[in-house]
């Protein structure tokens, strides 16, 4: 579980980072929290020609809250985002699904840009962005774009980032008004990714009934599966639209029968809980 | 009066060292020293037909690699069968080194050598090895058809068939009122010790000595082989186990392909050479154990006595059968649990499949025994609509009947002797510990609030100790520090802690002054092991016959000393005083000085010792005994001893998600005499918590090519300590008569009964018979799935 060589590099700004980037081409993997890269590397599932590690690169460590909602630089940490304390005002979701990643020392030096990045749609903050509607700030080479969330995610572990492109930011856009959210989910062992999830999102109409709701569900499709959930005296219509919309499959912790379940169950769960929450 | 120790619950001492990083692992060791790492097969039954290592040789840093022809005869022999048994007629044990067929994932092919790990598996990957793969045979149930072999010459893969019977417990069966007949299934997990393997040698070639550290537990054993194997001179060798991050079992096993290969490697080379076990290597190339298909008969009267039980196992060995087949026997025997059972008839096949090697794991095949006898207990109490603990009752053997003879054969060769217990009191303690009568109304409480609880309960016997024997040394010296040393191995037990209260209770001194080796043959060379639950009762006995040798010449000299009568001196806080006159003293230190009588003043406290400031009798030799203040015992029972307890547990079970969680967890435990209650219960919780892994969690994924594919600690779910319940412990102290401490071992306990309680509240929960473990809540979700098609049986309570 070592290894094998390659180069390394440690930019200390963007634009060298992204120099770096565009030379490697296909050959390099960004290094940030490495609470994913370095076991994969270790365990020579990938072999990469050159390590560029951000660690060092200025200015990537922010997470700004205002009006419109959240953006997180490429080195903020999960841990750093948890503590923001306008996170539970602004967007209530992420703190909602941070919670469930992983384990306290991870959360400590995995970052959540690294993680979108990553794209595993077993993964709760894939899910976030796509249900929020959010996007991604990148810088390569010759300039940058913006990229949404609906045209990110584009397969298992596969996103719309480009080989020498640095995601630099992600924006999770801030909760509507009269919005409720709410992330359930279900793993084997605390912290593990989910045996199934779901992010719920529901905004009131002004007679205080759901008018709008969706939610995204991890791990059942290659991406984030986000469905619209129709309220009609109960979320039963919701399970339906969920089931349907989802590809769960057989693995060796639950079978994809299950995994239909409980998402169904999660999914209904989470919308009666992002309703009180919108209720207030 | 020196503060009572023994049965005391004193913290334990070796853990400020390491809990601040004091500990010294294998890997901790060695950091100049050359790195092996293996190329390991990818297939799990394969002929190799030829290895490519031209592109290998051109890595800069590569020092040697090595292939089964490279070996030298004796180092390329198959690995010792450890406990050859008359009935394992096909015994087969690997090679170090593969020898034209591999025949399971994770076989070692090759050796690389290389200056350090990250070239060595630069190495390993650019060794192309052609394999021919072979037809693979995976679980018990397709290898018992023989249409594809493990080992050519194994017919059906059947390694071993052993049959033990008492009285005729078929026609018990057939003339009883009552029968059931039913299949259990148990799977695979492993000890899974948090340090994997590993071996550093150091070779001398100046005085051709070679020094071995390894973590293992068997220190000695391991001592032995290498020097038959390397046909060193067994003075020269030496074999160190330093910490040890664990071993629960697998540790046991020796010696293991790599603590050959490496110190003939650096014996070879001239180097130091080390190999440090990563994770994926532990899951594939060490051991494995659990697997067993059961099928259980039983004949029972109306009050739920058992009249004949017949329990057929196909018994999973995986590619080979180093350790014999200790762990099938054990589940024959162990099965019996408290019960006198009228008439019994065991009988299992050890198969061959193409698998990683089963050898004991914590428990070693009791909570499979286990597991069958508790799950036919409740089955009968559901038949006859009683309560499961008035079965148990009804079988249990009286206090007044020990010692109680099973008729069987222990796996230690001994008869199955059950030295003593009180189990009607366990049971009685442990149902009201659960509040056990009171359950039907804390479900009906639940169910108001549309909750599914449940509550069960397992009983287990465990023979502990078992011999041959161990031994102990204990030495006072002349700077009053006790050295207390024996030849069993440590992986986180608190020896250093325990044997330390043993010798400061029998010796009459602080237990600051005393220090604890164990595992370093430089300083005990004499010794089996540490497993089995054995460690307490083995050594702890031992020193403790060592203490009282000491504490008697230590008396013996002081009296000289004092003009005073052995038989009138006590030893109090490290000084050796008369009785009622506390100034007519003489610290131990002292006597120690005195007993090693000197020539030569080295220091002020040894002048104390020359000729002329101590003069003796004129008329006497100088030296009466063995100079030194020391002592050396063994101990060997004739038989092992046997510990019990009784588990309850409250389970809910999630009527949407079937999510399991265990909501109380109790024990009641007896292991005779208690050393430290603080380092029993320890020992409990971490088997619960085994054995909570192993009834809702790990289980090793083949698939039916043979790969392992959750070789892993991401998708092998070892619980965290998060999933673990609090677990209630009481304990009752039955003493052992057979040795003179009065112990019984504990280090298993814990393990034993957890998968049959876990399942017996689930099943009670969800009225739907449990016959599998572990069971997942996909795997409930499905059974509740299949009950409403029909298809899965629901118990006579449930069914109505």
Known sequence: MKPPAFDYHAPAGVDEAVEILAEAGAEAKILAGGQSLIPLLNMRLVTPGHIVDVNRVAGLGFVEAGPDGVRVGALARHSQVERLPELRRVQPLLGQALRLVAHPVIRNRGTVVGSIAHADPAAELPAVLALLGGSVQTRHAAGGRTIPAAEFFVGPLESALEPGELAVSVFFPALPPRSGTAFAETARRHGDYAIAGVAALVTLGPDGEPERAAVACVGVGPVPIVVETPYRAGWDGAAEAVAAAIEPEDDIHATAAYRRHLTGVLAVRALGQATEEARG | MTTKLFGEPIPRREDPRLLVGGGRYLDDLGPGALAAAFVRSPHAHARIAGVDVSDAVEVDGLVAIYLWEDLPDRVGEPLPLLIPHPALTHGRTAHPLARDVVRHVGEPVAMVVAVDRYTAEDVCALIRVDYEPLPPVVGPENAVQGSALVHADVPGNVGAHLVQEVGNAREAIEEAEHTLA????????????????????????????????????????????????????????????????????????????????????????????????????????????????????????????????????????????????????????????????????????????????????????????????????????????????????????????????????FQDGRPLIYDSGDYPASLELLKSLIDWDSFEERRAEAAAEGRRIGIGLGCYVEGTGVGPYEGGHVQVTSDGRVHVSTGLTSQGQGHETVFAQIVAEELGVDISDISVVTGDTRRFPYAVGTFASRAAVMSGNAIALATRKVRDKALRVAAEALEADPGDLEIVSGIVRVRGNPTAAIPLKTVAVLSNPLRYAFDAEAARATQFAAPGSPDEPPLKEEPGLEGRDYYSPIRSTFASGMHAAVVETDPVTAEIHILRYVVVHDCGKLINPLIVEGQIHGGVAQGVGGALYERMAYDEH?????????????????????????????????????????????????????????????????SRMPISPSDLYDLRLAAARGEAERTSRSAG
């Open chain 2, 706 to 770: 043979g790969q392992l594919l959750n070789a892993s600690f991401m998708d092998f779910l070892m619980p965290y300590a998060t999933e673990i319940p609090r677990i209630e412990t009481a304990h009752l102290e039955t003493p052992s008569p057979l040795n003179p401490l009065g112990i019984k071992g504990a280090g298993e306990a814990g393990v034993i009964p957890v998968s049959a309680v876990v399942a017996s509240a689930i099943e009670d929960a969800e009225g739907l018979v449990i």
């Open chain 2, 182 to 409: 039913f299949r259990l299934d148990v799977e695979r997990s492993a000890s899974m010790p948090l340090e994997g393997r590993g071996v550093y040698a150091r070779w001398d070639s100046g005085d051709s000595s070679l020094r071995v550290y390894t973590s293992t537990q068997a220190s000695t054993s391991v001592r032995m082989a290498i020097a038959a194997t390397l046909e060193l001179p067994l003075p020269s060798v030496e074999v160190v186990a330093p910490d040890v991050g664990g071993g629960f079992g697998v540790k046991i096993v020796h010696p293991w392909p790599e603590e050959i290969l490496v110190p003939w490697a650096c014996i070879r080379l001239g180097r130091e050479v080390k190999w440090t076990e990563d994770r994926r290597e532990h899951f594939i190339s060490s051991a494995h154990e659990r697997a067993q298909v059961q099928y259980v008969r039983v004949g029972f009267d109306s009050a739920g006595r058992v009249l004949g039980l017949e329990l057929n196992i196909l018994h999973d060995h995986g590619a080979y059968t180093p350790y014999g087949i200790i762990v099938p026997i054990i589940t024959s025997t162990q099965a019996l649990g408290p019960y006198k059972i009228g008439a019994y008839r065991v009988e299992f096949q050890s198969i061959y499949t193409n698998t990683v090697q089963v050898t004991p794991y914590r428990g070693a095949g009791r909570p499979q025994g286990v597991f069958a006898m508790e799950r036919t207990m409740d089955r009968i109490a559901d038949h006859l609509g009683l309560d499961r603990t008035e079965v148990r009752a009804a079988n249990f053997i009286q206090p007044s009947e020990f010692p109680y003879d099973q008729g069987l054969t």
